[in-house]
């Protein structure tokens, strides 16, 4: 999402504005089971759904999160501080006691807005169960947008003790304690990698890659529904931009080219630049990752990208 985070470092989303219709999920009781979930170690009570392009509703993965018993429809981040949060409406309809209020601050650190922040008694989404999680309310939508579809987000702090899968193709999820396994190597179709983080963000995901040859971090955000651009990146002057966004080119994360027609600029990634040897300058959204299987193991801050399965060796 775009990166933003309050004074005591819980997570706040923003969605791209752009809305894209996809066709509606098959019915899961028909559908095979995809090979990836016995290849990459799941059981079937690791799986979850989520919803996605669905009409109205941003190209983000949507999940079904259980708040004090009652269904909530949360943007599953994987992008900033990594905590949840609710529109404040939310936090007053469930009376969830306000202990303060935060400040908003953009990626770039200008404080926006101030928003309360909440404790919930109980929240659970798959095998995650937790008890007594901090929430904040969401930032102004005046810059994140109108929140259509879902009512907050469920942040990477939730599940930084798992690897997590997303199949975009089927709208399938699995969250799995179990290690990734040794087998799951690098191929032309698939390529597994290390993360990195800035010290005081265990869990934001920065991958390297290039940008016209040039070596730099971009962020894995699950949040985002566009590709956005850090406008202090030279590139961005060769990118044509039509009336959909920047056509993105000659950006490669390993074997992978990042192709788009949606890119965004964004005003920037000052945040996360914090002791790294590489600036961030990219954070790749849904219109690139949705091609992938996207695999983020939190443990051993591995991410592996799968096109297609790895052909067997002759």
């Avoid at 900033?80 to 650190?109: F, M």
């Avoid at 070596?215 to 894995?220: A, S």
Wanted: proline share 9%.
């Amino acid at each position: 999402m775009n990166s933003t985070w309050s004074q005591r470092g819980t997570l706040i989303l923003v969605v791209a504005a752009m809305i894209l219709p996809s066709p509606a999920a098959e019915d899961s009781t028909t559908q095979r089971p995809p090979a990836w979930i016995a290849e990459y170690g799941y059981q079937p009570q690791d799986l979850a759904e989520f919803a996605f392009g669905a009409p109205g509703v941003p190209e983000v993965p949507i999940v079904t999160v259980t708040i004090q018993g009652s269904p909530f429809p949360l943007v599953l981040d994987t992008g900033t501080k990594g905590y949840a949060a609710l529109d404040s409406d939310v936090i007053a309809r469930l009376q969830l006691p306000v202990k303060g209020w935060d400040t908003w601050l953009d990626s770039s650190g200008k404080p926006v807005a101030r928003i309360p922040r909440a404790t919930v008694p109980s929240l659970q989404f798959g095998p995650i169960h937790l008890t007594g999680a901090e929430v904040t309310g969401m930032g102004p939508e005046s810059i994140m947008g109108k929140r259509i579809g879902y009512v907050g987000t469920l942040g990477w702090w939730s599940f930084r003790d798992y690897r997590i899968t997303l199949d975009y193709a089927n709208r399938r999820i699995a969250l799995s304690r179990s290690p990734l396994p040794p087998q799951l190597q690098s191929c032309a179709t698939r390529y597994v990698t290390r993360f990195v983080s800035p010290s005081d963000l265990d869990g934001l995901i920065l991958v390297e890659g290039t940008v016209s040859g040039k070596p730099i971090y971009l962020e894995v955000d699950t949040g985002k529904s566009n590709t956005e651009l850090d406008p202090k990146i030279q590139a961005i002057r060769e990118f044509k931009q039509e009336s959909q966004g920047y056509v993105i080119d000659g950006i490669t994360v390993g074997p992978f080219v990042v192709q788009s027609r949606f890119g965004r600029m964004f005003g920037g990634f000052e945040g996360f630049n914090r002791g790294l040897d590489k600036p961030v300058y990219v954070g790749l959204g849904s219109d690139f990752l949705k091609n992938f299987l996207l695999t983020i193991d939190y443990p051993s801050h591995r991410v592996v990208f799968e096109q297609k399965p790895c052909e067997p060796s002759p």
